[in-house]
């Protein structure tokens, strides 16, 4: 037997199991787009990696340790530094606005995609090589009402694919106007304690203070004692928290202040949340985050236009609702259609007809016995089998309830009556 290839490592098979939790939380985040409505956008897989470098900042661990490069089979050592695989998608949807002149359109703009992210780090629990997010993005609103909004909309995603226990946990990490005087403050503090720093920190303590309080290794009470940012917001960024706050407690959001929380990505200014299931908060495993990035389109050369958006890991959505065992309904309406001879002319075109009707059909191909037939039409999760035989010729097929064992004859017409009437039925 020759030698089997295996999948890269930090990446997944969909495999036929795991289809109805993936449809169920795709058709929550197309639905809730539709109802919030937000507008499909797509961007290329891959983009320049001065992109990435520039929006979500040099130091920033997607662009610092896990940029995916790619380049064609021909491609030059030049082309390779060019191109990299997207880690996440709100500096592609940025440069489209900018590209596309979407500021002249009647804003706010409000727009959403789901696909796959690349980021080239070790795979470990719940952290993948190739990964799924929906993403949502307002750009050309200040706040503070739709940074409420966008977190009741993730909030109420989690709930509505049967995800119990999430939380949102928010700080605000100021803007242009505070950010600065904050940094120094950090600076400050963990000057006198460098020698407690991890290598990571002191680097990050140079180019971005504020992610030295992400850095897990750290010991607690060393981020505890750091200054907090909500301590040194100005007074716009201080009211504007206020509002998201009281909006939240309107909108019946459980949300808890968290003034450690800082965002992996440099572009983030102002709001800044991520979704956790209460009691694991420690784990590195946030089902979704986000913030408020008002810097950004400027920063990739457009004019100052604030925004505001999430992403949420569709694959660690997924595992959540295996680990808490959501129950995914079995559609029992497919129709599985069998016979007694070599009469597949027949089943095929019976099949074609319940098809018209728009149901779901699976014709057995074999010739062996009918009683072997309904038999694997039960093990394939067929709730129906629809019998082609002799009573064909007067336009009737044999109807059979693969649960309750009922069979009766039906005019080929009606089945896709009876089948939708029944399949609410176990
Ligand atoms: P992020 O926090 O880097 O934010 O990623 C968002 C979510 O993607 C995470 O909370 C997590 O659920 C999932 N995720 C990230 N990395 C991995 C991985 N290696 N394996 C599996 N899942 C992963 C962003 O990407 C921002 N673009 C969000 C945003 C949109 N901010 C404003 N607009």
């Known amino acids: 037997m020759a030698k089997t290839i295996s999948a890269p490592r930090g990446t997944r098979d969909l495999l036929p199991e795991e289809a109805a939790a993936w449809n169920r939380v795709e058709a929550v985040a197309r639905d809730l787009s539709r109802r919030y409505a937000f507008e499909r956008i797509e961007t290329p897989l891959f983009e320049r990696v001065e992109l990435f470098a520039r929006g979500l900042g040099e130091s920033s661990a997607a662009v610092e340790k896990e940029m995916f490069r790619v380049s064609g089979a021909t491609g030059s050592d030049e082309e390779r530094a060019e191109w990299a695989l997207r880690p996440e998608p709100t500096a592609g949807i940025v440069r489209a606005f900018i590209e596309h002149g979407m500021h002249v359109r009647p804003g706010p703009l409000r727009l959403s995609l789901i696909g796959p992210m690349f980021r080239y ?8 090589r190739q990964f799924s997010q929906w993403d949502v993005e307002v750009v050309g609103d200040p706040g503070p009402a739709v940074d409420a909004e966008v977190i009741e909309l993730a909030h109420r995603f989690y709930t509505e694919v049967g995800l119990t226990d999430v939380v949102v946990h928010l700080n605000s990490i100021g803007d242009a106007v505070c950010r600065p005087a904050y940094r ?49 917001l100005c007074d716009e960024c201080r009211a504007h928290f206020r509002q998201v706050l009281d909006l939240l407690d309107t909108l019946g ?42 810097g950004l389109v400027e920063l990739l050369g457009g004019r100052a236009t604030p925004g505001i958006g999430f992403g949420i ?114």
């Not at 780090?121 to 993948?128: C, K, N, V």
């Not at 720093?197 to 990050?204: C, P």
């Not at 959001?253 to 200014?269: A, E, M, Q, S, W």
């Not at 007067?394 to 309750?404: A, I, R």
């Open 184 to 232: 120094q403050a950090l600076v400050d503090y963990f000057s006198v304690h460098i020698e407690r720093l991890t290598d990571d920190s002191r680097r990050r303590l140079q180019v971005n203070p504020l992610r030295v309080l992400d850095d897990k290794m750290l010991a607690a009470d060393l981020t505890e004692g750091a200054p907090k940012s909500a301590d040194h």
């Open 121 to 128: 780090d070790r795979p470990q629990a719940g952290r993948f």
């Open 313 to 426: 890991g569709l694959d660690r959505v997924v595992i959540a609702m295996q680990e808490q065992g959501v129950s995914l309904p079995q559609a029992s309406d497919l129709v599985a259609v069998v016979g007694f001879a070599d009469d597949h002319a027949d089943r095929l075109r019976v099949a074609g007809q319940l098809r018209d009707a728009g149901i779901a059909v699976r014709p057995d191909g074999s010739s062996r016995k009918l009683g072997k037939q309904l038999e694997a039409a039960a093990k394939v999760g067929a709730g129906w089998a629809v019998i082609v035989g002799e009573e064909l010729r007067t336009g009737l097929v044999g109807l059979k309830n693969l649960h309750s064992g009922e069979q009766d004859s039906v005019a080929v017409e009606d089945v896709a009556a009876r089948v939708s009437e029944g399949s609410a039925l176990p």
């Open 253 to 294: 959001v459980r949300h808890i202040v968290d003034h450690r929380l800082v965002r992996g990505l440099d572009y983030y200014t102002r709001t800044a949340f991520e979704f956790v299931i209460a009691g694991r908060e420690g784990q590195q495993q946030a089902l979704g985050g986000g913030g408020r990035y008002d």
